[in-house]
């Protein structure tokens, strides 16, 4: 024989309960995680951070800053993977994730083709 099973008021109550914690998680997670993004600013990758080393690149703060400053222009016009050139070199960087993937210093970059970009920022 079939039997119809109707949910009681507080199992309804605790279907929607958890439908809506588990919203309200995921929204706590993408917030979470964007704010971190805010607060961390530009990482250097491993392979960055040595690229660095080798070629002499100071990182200073106002460096930094600048760069920074320039992930968070591209970051407003939708920029995914982006070349930052200044005085101290290149770095490209994937914005989503605030990380400089690599680094070239000014006199690397005459030869250089750079692929996989989708934007630049001149400092």
Known sequence: MNQIHKLTDVQTLRLSHAAVQQKADSSFAKLMKSELDKTEGVRFSKHAAQRVQERGIEV???????????????????????????????????????????????????ENIFTNIDSAVIL
């Open 60 to 110: 200073s703060d106002s460096l930094m800053m600048d760069l920074n400053q320039a992930v968070e222009k591209a970051k407003s016009k939708g920029a995914r993977d982006v070349v930052i050139i200044g005085k101290d070199g290149a770095f490209i960087v994937n914005v989503p994730h605030n990380l400089v993937v690599t680094t070239m210093n000014g006199a690397e970059m005459k």
